[in-house]
T-cell receptor, first 114, second 110 residues
Framework: KAGVTQTPRYLIKTRGQQVTLSCSPI?????VSWYQQTPGQGLQFLFE???????NKGNFPGRFSGRQFSNSRSEMNVSTLELGDSALYLC?????????????FGQGTRLTVV | EDQVTQSPEALRLQEGESSSLNCSYT??????LFWYRQDPGKGPEFLFT???AGEEKEKERLKATLTKKESFLHITAPKPEDSATYLC???????????FGTGTKLQVIP
């Protein structure tokens, strides 16, 4: 069974640009969550999508947005990039209808903003 | 606001030396507490979910317990391959989001 796939693995962008990250969940999983991981702040929850609807949202500015497609694949977009957006972005998928269920993480996308 | 604090930040053990990692939390309506293991350069790997005080779960050398204020991850007779960062997270019904602690970096020396 294929795991969670995130693309690209590495990305370098310039301040002010925008970026789109992609996440393909495990087949059959309908919930996809996104996290930002930095050495100083640890893992921080961005948002969760379930059946194409954003169900939960963390405390991030509106520059961070996402969407989920009918095949459960999800994308995350960050507009007007800032240096502080440099981080490892992780997505996780789960099968259940609640965030309580076991989540499987991808390898992450390492974003560097210069 | 939900808070999760893990201690110690780092722990160095000799192979076979048992110990416990702590995760204390303050949440609005606990829906679940999770433990994950993260190896360098990889995403977290799910270990356990605990739902209510008094609950315990075991997997190989790991045992997770939960009280109303904290959770412990007990590691019995650890091996070098148990070296990793262990993350605790809570799902809050009040804020409908998941909050992670900053982790405990465990090193097991042969």
């Amino acid at each position: 069974k294929a795991g969670v796939t995130q693309t690209p693995r590495y990305l370098i962008k310039t301040r002010g640009q925008q970026v789109t990250l992609s996440c393909s969940p495990i087949s059959g999983h309908r919930s996809v969550s996104w996290y930002q991981q930095t050495p100083g702040q640890g893992l921080q929850f961005l948002f969760e999508y379930f059946s194409e609807t954003q169900r939960n949202k963390g405390n991030f500015p509106g520059r961070f947005s996402g969407r989920q497609f009918s095949n459960s694949r999800s994308e995350m977009n960050v507009s007007t990039l800032e240096l502080g957006d440099s981080a490892l972005y992780l997505c996780a998928s789960s099968s259940g209808g609640s965030m309580n269920t076991e989540a499987f993480f991808g390898q992450g996308t390492r974003l560097t903003v210069v | 606001e939900d808070q999760v604090t893990q201690s110690p930040e780092a722990l160095r053990l000799q192979e076979g030396e048992s110990s416990s990692l702590n995760c204390s939390y303050t949440v609005s309506g606990l829906r679940g507490l999770f433990w994950y293991r993260q190896d360098p350069g990889k995403g977290p790997e799910f270990l356990f979910t605990l739902y209510s005080a008094g609950e315990e779960k075991e997997k190989e050398r790991l045992k997770a317990t939960l009280t109303k204020k904290e959770s412990f991850l007990h590691i019995t007779a650890p091996k070098p391959e148990d070296s990793a960062t262990y993350l605790c997270a809570v799902h809050s019904g009040g804020y409908q989001k998941v909050t992670f602690g900053t982790g405990t970096k465990l090193q097991v020396i042969p």
